[in-house]
Each structure stands twice: as structure tokens, then as C-alpha cells.
């Protein structure tokens, strides 16, 4: 999918001589894009969902808060059992170079694989330890979020926490060789690696690289037109 990406795009942006990207350029705009998607894939859920209970939109073929979920599930992770960082905080999963957090979106938190932990804000938390009927306990245990980092409440739990979350897809990489001095797409590379979203999203990717590289080159039309795309979606979903 991503080399068919990367010619649409080549082709919208020389089709009147608007400028050359990069493969470099393209590779960076093609993972801004697609992680765009996915969050813009939160939003269209919880709209097509209202949509649903409202009696707006049908089932079946026609069930679109179903395929949104499907295809967001795709990116769903268990992590068995966090790190314990200091105390009773932890450390959230992260990519294997530790430069970038894994996760994406927290889904849940639990205490041995049964109890829901409460997400509650950091201002919260001093009243409800302080609380004779609600201060957090092994049964209703509740948590902080910091940065990537959770602190867990009572600070007697210090293991078996466990974690859902959505990922951060795979950074998309259209890999080539240059032959007579231009880029030829090479999927057989070591680093290659296609989009993760479905291929119906492919679109919606093409809108969302054409508008980067227009800003790239400057070339406000191609901005403008990829804006109206966009806009264009947005009022046949409603």
C-alpha cells in the first residue's frame, strides 16, 4: 500500500510541476499521517456510535462503529506485568529503543489480572488518602498518571499490575534502491514496512501526505485542495 501511496502522491504534487519529495521527506510525512488517522479513528468511532444509538445509521455492512473498533483493536496491546520503577510507581510499556512511549492511548489498568484500577488526577488523590470512607484499598485501588509513568494506590501494591493500551503503529518506510540515479521502490529491504491501517483508510493517507508536502513545498494550492478533500469527508460522514 505504501508505494501506491507514494506514486498518487508523486503524481499529484508533478502534475503541475509543484516540487519533488524526498523519500526521506515522504517516510516522515507518511508516519505523521497515519498516526493522524488513528486519532482521528477515536473521534469517528464516538460519532458514528452516537449516530447508532440515535437510530442514524444502520447495521450490518452498514455497522461502521463495528469496523472502526476492528480496525482500532489491531493496535491493541496486554502488558502481562509493568516495572516496577521506584515505590509503588511504574513505568507504562515502551518502544525498545526507550526513546519513544509505546503506547498510544491507556485503556485500562488492573491489580492481578481482576481488579480495575481508577485513573483519578494528581489534585485528587491527597483528599481520597486522607479519607476514612474512600481512600483507595487492594479491593478499589486507584492510580496517578505522570509523563510515562503511573504512581498506584495503597502503595502496598508494588506488582501484578497490569496494563491495555493501544500502540503507536509501526513507523510506515518506503525503502528503494537507486538505479540511473532515482529512488526505485524496494520492498525486499530489511527496513521496509507497509502502513498497519486497512487499506480502505489509503485515501484518507493520500489527503493527509499531500497536504504535508504542500506545506514542505510551499505550494499553498495543493494545501488548499487536500483541505477541501478533507472537508468534503467530514460532511458525507455527518
Same mark, same amino acid.
Given at each position: 500500500?505504501?508505494?501506491?501511496?507514494?506514486?498518487?502522491?508523486?503524481?499529484?504534487?508533478?502534475?503541475?510541476?509543484?516540487?519533488?519529495?524526498?523519500?526521506?521527506?515522504?517516510?516522515?510525512?507518511?508516519?505523521?499521517?497515519?498516526?493522524?488517522?488513528?486519532?482521528?479513528?477515536?473521534?469517528?468511532?464516538?460519532?458514528?456510535?452516537?449516530?447508532?444509538?440515535?437510530?442514524?445509521?444502520?447495521?450490518?455492512?452498514?455497522?461502521?462503529?463495528?469496523?472502526?473498533?476492528?480496525?482500532?483493536?489491531?493496535?491493541?496491546?496486554?502488558?502481562?506485568?509493568?516495572?516496577?520503577?521506584?515505590?509503588?510507581?511504574?513505568?507504562?510499556?515502551?518502544?525498545?529503543?526507550?526513546?519513544?512511549?509505546?503506547?498510544?492511548?491507556?485503556?485500562?489498568?488492573?491489580?492481578?489480572? !481482576?481488579?480495575? @484500577?481508577?485513573?483519578?488526577? %494528581?489534585?485528587?488523590?491527597? #483528599?481520597? *488518602?486522607? +479519607?476514612?470512607?474512600?481512600? $483507595?484499598?487492594?479491593?478499589?485501588?486507584?492510580?496517578?498518571?505522570? !509523563?510515562?509513568? @503511573?504512581?498506584?494506590?495503597? %502503595?502496598?501494591?508494588?506488582? #501484578?499490575? *497490569?496494563? +491495555?493500551?493501544?500502540?503507536? $503503529?509501526?513507523?510506515?518506510?518506503?525503502?528503494?534502491?537507486?538505479?540511473?540515479?532515482?529512488?526505485?521502490?524496494?520492498?525486499?529491504?530489511?527496513?521496509?514496512?507497509?502502513?498497519?491501517?486497512?487499506?480502505?483508510?489509503?485515501?484518507?493517507?493520500?489527503?493527509?501526505?499531500?497536504?504535508?508536502?504542500?506545506?514542505?513545498?510551499?505550494?499553498?494550492?495543493?494545501?488548499?485542495?487536500?483541505?477541501?478533500?478533507?472537508?468534503?469527508?467530514?460532511?458525507?460522514?455527518?
Amino acid at each position: 500500500m505504501i508505494n501506491e501511496v507514494r506514486n498518487t502522491v508523486m503524481f499529484i504534487l508533478n502534475k503541475d510541476n509543484n516540487g519533488y519529495i524526498t523519500p526521506e521527506a515522504f517516510n516522515n510525512y507518511a508516519r505523521e499521517a497515519q498516526i493522524d488517522e488513528l486519532e482521528e479513528m477515536f473521534h469517528d468511532y464516538n460519532r458514528a456510535l452516537a449516530k447508532m444509538n440515535a437510530r442514524m445509521s444502520g447495521t450490518g455492512h452498514g455497522n461502521i462503529p463495528q469496523y472502526l473498533r476492528e480496525s482500532i483493536d489491531k493496535f491493541t496491546e496486554y502488558a502481562e506485568s509493568l516495572t516496577l520503577d521506584s515505590g509503588s510507581t511504574f513505568l507504562l510499556p515502551s518502544a525498545a529503543n526507550g526513546d519513544t512511549t509505546e503506547w498510544f492511548r491507556i485503556m485500562n489498568i488492573q491489580y492481578n489480572n !481482576a481488579v480495575d @484500577i481508577e485513573r483519578v488526577e %494528581t489534585y485528587q488523590i491527597n #483528599n481520597l *488518602n486522607n +479519607s476514612m470512607m474512600m481512600a $483507595p484499598s487492594t479491593d478499589f485501588p486507584a492510580y496517578v498518571h505522570i !509523563a510515562d509513568k @503511573i504512581t498506584v494506590y495503597p %502503595t502496598t501494591i508494588t506488582a #501484578n499490575v *497490569n496494563c +491495555s493500551y493501544i500502540r503507536y $503503529p509501526q513507523d510506515p518506510k518506503w525503502t528503494y534502491t537507486v538505479v540511473s540515479g532515482d529512488p526505485v521502490f524496494n520492498q525486499g529491504a530489511n527496513d521496509y514496512q507497509d502502513f498497519e491501517l486497512p487499506k480502505a483508510f489509503m485515501p484518507k493517507i493520500i489527503r493527509r501526505v499531500a497536504e504535508y508536502c504542500g506545506v514542505h513545498i510551499r505550494e499553498a494550492e495543493v494545501v488548499q485542495y487536500m483541505n477541501m478533500e478533507q472537508a468534503t469527508d467530514k460532511q458525507l460522514e455527518q
